[in-house]
């Protein structure tokens, strides 16, 4: 039974792995175990080319398709980028937006992810905001700057009853791919943070119901002690997600836990 107002949702980001044939196989896998874990919403992020494999697959089952990124133009000169209403056409709900390894390999500033975020919601596509420090930034204190900058820019010009169509993933950098995870208590205490910010941008009601993912080296280990915490509504799940088991024990983890 889930006592929490927030339904947790676990994400599958595979990055760049998987061919459409091995991403079919993989959701396959996931497919079979699925109906257990209705108090958790899944959705996978397959690569681009498999994104149509992915989603034959899943077609009637409550596994949801999600995209890895986004351009915020509908259609025009822009060679290798996949406008919103295509994702939707290709059968996705949600959109990973402003992931660090976009910002930091392929330039993608606060204000792109604003332009993006935006333009996913006027299309029906479901952004999931990536915001999270640098390891030299929590070092220097500046973590709650870095963060407020960060959310802020990603809602500007977003109405009220729009942000609850979006979801948070709280991706401290120094956690993501390294094997290094940040401890319960200083994850939920960072997500208490940006949950409040919020509430000031917005109300407390829409902080209080806005879901807010960690993300960064979750494993079916640690998983359980992270959703524990009040202030964290599911995960964003890179190196975990590549295989079945791994990715549906965090999942059922999450179940457990009851939110
Ligand atoms: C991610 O890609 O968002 C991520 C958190 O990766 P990993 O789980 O591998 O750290």
Redesign the pocket.
């Known amino acids: 039974m889930r006592v929490s107002q927030r339904k947790p949702i676990v994400a599958a980001?595979w990055?760049m792995y998987k061919t459409g044939k091995e991403a079919a196989q993989l959701a396959r896998s996931l497919k079979e175990g699925i109906n257990l874990f209705q108090e958790v919403e899944i959705v996978l992020f397959p690569p681009f080319t498999a994104l149509s494999r992915v989603s034959e697959v899943i077609v009637g089952t409550p596994l949801i398709l999600g995209a890895q990124n986004v351009h915020w133009e509908k259609e025009g000169a822009f060679t290798g980028e996949v406008s919103p209403p295509m994702l939707v056409d290709a059968g996705c709900r949600y959109a990973i937006v402003g992931?660090s390894e976009r910002r930091k390999f392929f330039g993608e500033t606060d204000e792109m992810v604003n332009l993006k975020a935006k333009s996913s919601l006027a299309y029906g596509l479901k952004p999931i905001l990536c915001v999270g420090e640098e390891l030299e930034e929590r070092e220097q204190n500046r973590t709650e700057q870095v963060l407020e900058r960060q959310v802020k820019a990603a809602y500007a010009g977003i109405a009220e009853e729009s942000v609850l169509k979006t979801v948070i993933a709280y991706?401290p950098v120094w956690?993501?791919?390294t094997g290094r995870t940040a401890s319960p208590d200083v994850a939920d205490e960072t997500q208490a943070f940006i949950r409040k910010l919020i509430g000031k941008i917005y109300n407390e009601a829409i902080s209080a119901l806005l879901r807010i993912q960690y993300?960064?080296?979750?494993k079916p280990d640690n998983a359980k002690d992270l959703f524990r915490e009040p202030n964290i509504d599911g995960a964003?799940?890179?190196?975990?997600s590549l295989k079945g088991d791994s990715f549906l024990a965090i999942v059922s983890a999450c179940q457990a836990v009851g939110k």
């Open positions: 980001n990055k992931h991706e956690a993501i791919g993300g960064g080296s979750v964003l799940v890179g190196g975990a």
